[in-house]
């Protein structure tokens, strides 16, 4: 049977938490009318509306026809604007912005309003109990949201036989009474005082019993995560798991046209339509510009040096200078604390300087970084960072997350082989670092800070683990590699394709990595 017009105006606007009237109904069904959009097009001409009239300060669950209107309106106009701003000389310059930790904007999961709000107060690095509490529930909170939305959980406005398929969450406080029936539930993987593995959510605690799954889950779990687990309820108050997995990721598309007037970095949102017009103009207009990145810089090691001065050779030869240069730590092979950096630093400088074309057309960036530099264009950032680039977000965060999971991992645990290593995102998990405070202590009031919702255009995770490169729901992840070693490993970022390849710097040249 085929889907009605109403059918899919009604779905897409779901999508988006919005509900119509008869009116709205009719008056967007007019439009499809006197456009004369084929059937095959409805949806993705509804799309753009739905998307357009989510971004609006005033928009209301209860969609608006005034607020329609305008957006359709708008939509009219918009042609002859958008060839104005394609004809326009975009300066990179002015779309290129570096944001830390600490400059990000504080923004909380209202549940009430269903959206995002932005604190007011000042965040201090001094965080109590109550932030620490609040940065969880917002975690919570946030990948709950994603997974109502997700066309699993989300029920249709119109009567279907996929009903009955949907999965229905259910809380801890649920469980109770309820002996011998199946459940799917979420929430936190933690231990109890009596070192018991359980999940947590936000009405309870409900211990989990591995002894029924004896095959490992797809991914990692670590104390601190939040799963789906599905089992059975038993009369010893315990969890039966029969299945468990991380929550679905949200794509940045999705998450965009829903959040896309929301400055999550305080450097002026852009909407997904400019992201569209921006995409397209990258690839005309800056096709070959590339971000650097290393990891494991040791300056105190003399083949750091070498190498670099190939790869700075490498680019003035071939007319290839990089617009961004992100340098992660660790500086010294032996740790800040039992090295004295400063030399390093110094040579570095020397080094950069000495090469006038990339000292002034490139950025460099320290992640992080004690001593600044005797260079212009060096910002020394957080850890994390973000750098902005027109609509593209790029996350940069030095930490060995990779052997930290693996030391505590829970449940039933997988053989961790290389590929089931390079399966596991913590895109999953919206964070950074999904663990419990006393595996990694995060300042509680700057937890928004390694918040990857919604997702990044691409996540630069510079771990000691072997260099990979892999795109999900739309987001491209890589480690850059260390630059330590035989074969100086770094990686290259271009933000025409957004996608990265591998370098590596041998004795006598510099070549991509195959």
């Not at 109403?6 to 967007?28: A, N, T």
């Not at 001409?45 to 957006?71: C, F, G, H």
């Not at 309870?204 to 939040?226: A, H, I, K, M, W």
């Not at 480690?479 to 035989?486: A, C, E, S, V």
Request: glycine share 6%; hydrophobic share 40%.
């Amino acid at each position: 049977m085929p889907v009605s017009r109403q059918q899919i105006i009604i779905r897409v606007f779901r999508k988006y938490s919005h509900s119509l009237g008869p009116d709205e109904l009719e008056y967007l069904e007019d439009i499809l009318k006197n456009h004369d959009i084929l059937d095959e097009d409805v949806e993705m001409s509804i799309e753009l509306i739905a998307k357009e009239y989510n971004k609006q300060d005033d928009a209301t669950m209860k969609v608006s026809i005034q607020i329609l209107n305008r957006v359709y309106q708008a939509l009219q106009t918009s042609g002859d604007q958008r060839t104005r701003k394609e004809d326009a000389y975009l300066d990179p310059e002015d779309h290129l912005h570096f944001v830390n930790a600490f400059e990000m904007p504080l923004w909380h999961w209202s549940p009430e309003r269903g959206s995002f709000e932005k604190a007011h107060h000042q965040s201090s690095v001094l965080g109590t109990a109550e932030n620490r509490i609040l940065a969880i529930r917002d975690r919570l909170s946030i990948i709950k949201q994603t997974i109502l939305r997700n066309e699993h959980f989300a029920p249709s406005t119109i009567p279907s036989r996929n009903r009955e398929h949907l999965l229905t969450l259910k809380s801890t406080k649920q469980l109770l009474g309820r002996a011998g029936e199946r459940f799917l539930i979420f929430g936190m993987l933690i231990h109890s005082k009596e070192g018991k593995l359980c999940l947590e959510d936000l009405d309870g605690v409900v211990e989990l019993d591995f002894s029924l799954l004896d095959q490992p889950s797809e991914g990692l779990f670590t104390e601190g995560s939040f799963a789906l687990v599905e089992g059975d309820y038993t009369e010893n108050a315990t969890f039966s798991v029969i299945a468990i997995g991380h929550p679905p990721c949200e794509s940045r598309e999705t998450a965009r046209s829903i959040f896309g007037h929301v400055d999550f970095l305080g450097k002026g949102a852009t909407t997904p339509l400019e992201d569209t017009q921006y995409a397209a103009r990258i690839q005309q207009d800056f096709p070959s510009m590339n971000f650097f990145f290393f990891s494991d810089v040791w300056l105190d090691q003399p083949d750091t040096l070498k190498g670099l001065q190939k790869i700075f050779d490498n680019c003035i030869e071939n007319n290839f200078i990089p617009k961004v240069i992100v340098f992660c730590g660790n500086f010294t092979s032996a740790g800040i604390a039992q090295g004295n950096s400063r030399d390093g630093f110094d040579s570095l400088a020397d080094l950069i300087a000495s090469y006038t074309l990339i000292t002034r057309r490139t950025h460099f960036v320290f992640v992080p970084g004690p001593l600044d530099l005797a260079v212009n264009s060096a910002h020394m950032a957080s850890n994390p960072c973000r750098l902005k680039f027109f609509g593209q977000e790029l996350v940069v965060f030095r930490d060995d997350v990779m052997s930290r999971m693996l030391r505590n991992l829970v449940g039933v645990k997988p053989n961790a082989r290389n590929e089931d290593l390079k399966r596991y995102s913590i895109l999953d998990q919206s964070h950074l670092a999904p663990f419990t405070t006393h595996i990694q202590p995060v300042l509680a009031e700057y937890d928004h800070a390694m918040r990857l919702y919604p997702l990044p255009t691409c996540v630069v995770l510079a771990d000691k683990y072997d260099s990979y490169r892999m795109t999900y729901e739309g987001c491209h992840v890589f480690n850059p590699g260390r630059f330590t070693g035989r074969s100086l490993g770094f990686s290259a970022y271009t933000p025409a394709t957004q996608e990265s390849e591998a370098w590596c710097v041998f004795p006598f040249f510099v070549c991509a990595r195959r």
